[in-house]
C-alpha cells in the first residue's frame, strides 16, 4: 500500500486547509496524525473506508472532518478553524485488517497503523 499526501501550507489562524491522501493499494481503515516538534504523534482523526465510521480526536471535534471519495480512493481532512497549535507535520495512515480496523478509535489513538505516508507540514501562523 503506497500513500501521498497532499494540500499541507501555511494558514493564518482562523483559516481552512484541506489535506489529501491518495491510496495505492486495499485497506480498510485510514487515519491522519500529526507530529509536532518536540512532542509525540497524537491522533487525529480516524474513518472506515466504505462504512459510516469516523473517530476524532478531542483536540479535532467540531473543527476536523475526515472523509472517504470511494470514486478516486482518497481520504481526506478538512480543517476549519484552525490554531496555531495544530501546526505540525501530518500523516496520513493506512491498514488492510478489518479486525483491526473495527476498534477504530483504539486504532487511531495508539497509532496501530500498518502503512505511513511521508508527511505533509501544516503552519497556522
Known amino acids: 500500500v503506497q500513500l501521498v499526501e497532499s494540500g499541507g501550507g501555511s494558514v493564518q489562524a482562523g483559516g481552512s486547509l484541506r489535506l489529501s491522501c491518495a491510496v495505492f493499494?486495499?485497506?480498510?481503515?485510514m487515519g491522519w496524525f500529526r507530529q509536532a516538534p518536540g512532542k509525540e504523534r497524537e491522533g487525529v482523526a480516524g474513518?472506515?473506508?466504505?462504512?459510516?465510521?469516523?473517530y476524532y480526536a478531542d483536540s479535532a471535534k467540531g473543527r476536523f472532518t475526515i472523509s472517504h471519495d470511494t470514486a478516486k480512493n482518497t481520504v481526506n481532512l478538512q480543517m476549519n478553524s484552525l490554531k496555531p497549535e495544530d501546526t505540525a507535520m501530518y500523516y496520513c495512515?493506512?491498514?488492510?485488517?478489518?479486525?483491526?480496523?473495527?476498534?477504530?478509535?483504539?486504532?487511531?489513538?495508539?497509532?496501530?497503523?500498518?502503512?505511513w505516508g511521508q508527511g505533509t507540514q501544516v503552519t497556522v501562523s
Open positions: 495512515a493506512a491498514d488492510p485488517s478489518i479486525v483491526r480496523c473495527r476498534l477504530l478509535p483504539q486504532v487511531v489513538a495508539a497509532g496501530n497503523f500498518a502503512y
Open positions: 493499494g486495499y485497506t480498510d481503515c
Open positions: 474513518i472506515l473506508v466504505g462504512g459510516d465510521s469516523t
